[in-house]
């Protein structure tokens, strides 16, 4: 009797003790600074959008909230840097459908799983992609520009954020369709692609659209499709790609937040709560959307779904196009 009596008070001071650490544990945190890795170069969606939001949570959390760019093998060694880290909400990646989807199909380097090594947090915005050309290129549409490529049998090179990207994926997949033979040139993020691009060093480049509309309205680039199935309402005269090459479509692309996996619910929730807030804050919100980057915000275990359905979809069409690791 006295073992039983003795196992039942273990028992209730255990529980107590467990339902007290939840509480405290969301109470306590953050108690130092907060960092989100963009694992791309600065200039980009994702710097901007990281940026946007960091702002934002360092008021509302009354912690430094740190962006740190850590670019490099296609958005995967920030990433893998973040899947490594303590799952103590203190180190943060916004990863992408690059990150988190295309380098499983793409990539014989990757060295993390995107679904089972990382927390799922909000997905922050969508990231329309465009092929867009050199203002020197004589081509104001696909139909165009697939013939100018054809006229220049492996001379024209195009430009995207990475090997096993979307933008690449994109790019191989526009190949494949139009009977048209680009030279890919990986960058280490869009911002370095639409360098080489205003400049001439490559003709074309699968990019985002946020990217690519400062240097459209300055007149020293031109886009000429969106790889996704339908027309950006920011954006409504810029036709699609399937438009002149039917059947042509790429997943809408997206950026989203994550932790290490393991990373405690009381934190997640609290991250989720932030981001999202940060995220519909007006003046965030317009200016994203001005960027051609419309926001989300979704529930945690929403954005994973989303990450889920998105490696499904690339391996669709990595195994339709017959894209393989590299």
């Not at 430094?64 to 799952?87: C, Q, Y």
């Not at 004589?138 to 933008?167: D, L």
């Not at 980057?293 to 779904?305: D, H, I, K």
Request: hydrophobic fraction near 40%; include cysteine; charge should be neutral.
């Amino acid at each position: 009797m006295m073992k039983k009596v003795l196992g039942t008070i273990v028992a209730v001071v255990l529980t107590a003790t467990a339902c007290a650490c939840v509480p405290a544990l969301a109470q306590e945190y953050p108690h130092k600074a907060i960092t989100i890795v963009v694992p791309y170069g600065p200039g980009g969606s994702t710097d901007l959008l990281a940026r946007s939001v960091a702002q934002k949570m360092s008021e509302s959390m009354g912690q430094p909230v740190i962006v740190e760019n850590r670019g490099g093998g296609g958005g995967m060694i920030g990433s893998d840097f973040v899947a490594r880290a303590a799952p103590d909400g203190y180190t943060l990646v916004l990863g992408t459908s690059a990150t988190h989807g295309t380098v499983k199909f793409t990539s014989k380097a990757l060295a993390y799983d995107p679904v089972k090594d990382f927390t799922a947090i909000t997905d922050g915005a969508e990231a329309p992609l465009v092929l867009a050309v050199h203002s020197s290129v004589p081509a104001n549409n696909v139909k165009e520009f697939v013939e100018y490529v054809k006229k220049n049998p492996g001379k024209i090179s195009y430009g995207s954020s990475g090997t096993g990207s979307p933008h690449h994926m994109a790019g191989e997949l526009f190949n494949q369709m139009t009977g048209i033979d680009m030279i890919h040139v990986p960058y280490r993020g869009s911002g370095q692609a639409m360098q080489d691009l205003v400049g001439g060093q490559i003709a074309a480049a699968f990019i985002t659209l946020s990217t690519a509309i400062p240097q459209a309205r300055g007149g020293k680039i031109r886009i000429i499709g969106l790889i996704e199935t339908r027309r950006q309402p920011s954006a409504p005269d810029i036709p699609t790609i399937g438009e002149s090459v039917p059947g042509y479509a790429i997943p809408v692309s997206w950026l989203g937040f994550f932790g290490p996996a393991g990373l405690p619910a009381p934190i997640v929730k609290r991250l989720n709560t932030e981001l999202v807030r940060a995220l519909h804050a007006p003046d965030v919100r317009a200016k994203l959307e001005a960027a051609g980057l419309p926001v989300l915000g979704q529930s945690a275990e929403e954005f994973a779904a989303v990450v889920r359905d998105t490696v499904e979809s690339f391996r669709k069409i990595a195994t339709s196009a017959n894209i393989k690791p590299e």
